[in-house]
């Protein structure tokens, strides 16, 4: 009877054990999307040399500039 008790808890505290590394494993990935997403925000190119830093927020950069009704025509003629 002894015995079954140990192997219980053996199995029980292995349980824990595995428990704790998961949510450990869990707090990592999520410290580390957190992170990537705070650096998303802050965009740099750089351009013959020069950083262009882009501060602007993701909606702001899929706002259309130039409406559709807008624009240049060029007529191309084949000669």
Known sequence: MAFLKFILFLFIAALVLLLVIAFSFYNTLRKASRRFQREQTKRQT???GNVIYDNRT???TQQQIIPDDEGE???YEEE
């Open 46 to 48: 750089e351009v013959n």
């Open 58 to 60: 993701p909606q702001q």
């Open 73 to 75: 025509y060029v007529e």
